[in-house]
């Protein structure tokens, strides 16, 4: 009897969290929303942020950390995008992981998203405190970006380098496979 | 079961020198003796820590132009020379990004920013880069405190600034500075190694 009712919780919730919009962002609680252009970017620090890495549905998870100002991060962007509209479909969900600064957030970030015209889920991460929290994202992880996080339920990669678009999607099938 | 055997032992052995090589790569360690460097300044001489008699330690800070995260902490920086050095603890910069690869991290641009903010350490160009992958360096800023020994310059410390890149009134812990206030007293370093977010080191 007591595990029906966690089942119908379980069900209820999921139900919920499918209702409450189509970002994956949308179930988590931002610290600021900024605003621009008819961009709408949600801030997170780090407690708000990392449900984010801790998914168990049937969805598996691209997050990649990456800034405007970092070159090797820019430059990687349309591969991201192009794994996103390739696999959109087939329950892989791309993350990009803003690490502005936030006074550059709607001067440089969102001029950018319009300009790249970025289709995939963007969301700001901003955690000063970034030794209280890089470990958590991966024990291997130095602190410089570009870096990325492939996962699902099942299995979880870590990277802290540069991809080529099929060096991407190897690692994404790899995963999807397993 | 003989042939599992094996590739059990095969997988095992794949996988503990893929460790060992990772350790021996990734640099200094805590209480691993530095070697020491010659690198060209600024100012167009060359710079290696032998150079520093008197010095105690150092703080060798690889940092560069461009990155947003090394502009935040340039003020910082010029602060922790002006503190330390007549303490014994110079501040040591080192670009370590190819020019090639980041057009704003050029020697050029290096003696142009070190003018405009007036640096009182010296901003070494780590040529061909070959300087800062002994040390480990991934990205920029980061810190290394080498307290000087008989055996030589001992790393002490290994990370980032203080705890606040963003706004320093909102600093909690000097990492740095309580690195070598405590190398000061001949005391143990009360956290020895953290990380920060930084911009790839650009070889």
Known sequence: ?178 | MRTFKISALLVLITVFSAFTALSSDSGYQIDDIAADFSLKNVNNKKVSLSDYKDAKGFIVIFTCNHCPYAKAYEDRIIALDKRYESLGYPVIAINPNNPAVQPDDSFDLMQKRAKEKGFTFPYLFDEGQKIYPKFGATKTPHVYVLEKTKAGNVVKYIGAIDDNYSDETAVKTKYVENAVNALLKNEEVPVKTTKAIGCSIKA
Not at chain 1, 10 to 17: E, I, V
Not at chain 1, 72 to 81: A, G, H
Not at chain 1, 102 to 128: A, G, M, R
């Open chain 1, 1 to 178: 009897m007591k595990s029906w009712g966690i089942l119908l919780l379980f069900t209820g919730f999921l139900s919920f969290a499918q209702d409450n919009g189509n970002t994956v962002a949308s179930a988590l609680k931002p610290i600021k929303i900024y605003e621009s252009g008819g961009v709408k970017i949600a801030s997170y620090d780090f407690n708000s942020f990392e449900p984010i890495l801790h998914k168990k549905d049937n969805t598996t998870y691209v997050i990649n950390f990456w800034a405007t100002w970092c070159l090797p991060c820019v430059k990687e962007l349309p591969y991201f995008e192009q794994l996103n509209e390739k696999y959109k479909n087939q329950n892989v969900k791309v993350i990009l992981v803003s690490m502005d600064m936030p006074n550059k957030v709607e001067s440089v970030l969102i001029p950018f998203i319009l300009k790249k015209k970025l289709q995939s889920e963007i969301l700001h991460l901003d955690d000063p405190d970034a030794n209280a929290w890089i470990e958590k994202v991966d024990a291997i992880w130095s602190g410089a970006i570009p870096a990325t996080v492939i996962y699902n339920a099942n299995k979880s990669m870590f990277y802290e380098r540069s991809f080529t678009y099929s060096d991407l999607e190897n690692e994404l099938l790899q995963i999807i496979n397993k």
